[in-house]
């Protein structure tokens, strides 16, 4: 995911997990980028916002870690349902 490219990300709550914590799939159409995580206090305020609903659609950008490899994922605003 180029940085600060704004496109649309598919977020997921889990069913079944390996670890039994509960987890939230985060990736946009083509896969190429891809995030997994067990809940925490971000993820719970992304959980609230889409309203007890197991999959929802929202734009995102990459935004570089300061001081660290990578980026992290900044949600900009619910997106429209996608068919994929």
Do not use: C
């Amino acid at each position: 995911m180029a940085a600060h490219k704004k496109e649309i990300f598919k977020i997921q709550t889990s069913l079944f997990t390996s670890s039994g914590e509960a987890s939230v799939l985060i990736y946009n159409k083509d896969r190429s980028a891809e995030y997994e995580t067990t809940i925490s206090d971000e993820v719970n305020a992304v959980l609230k916002i889409m309203g007890g609903d197991p999959k929802k659609f929202f734009y995102g950008k990459g935004v570089p870690n300061k001081g660290k490899k990578g980026e992290s994922l900044e949600l900009i605003e619910e997106a429209p349902w996608q068919d994929w």
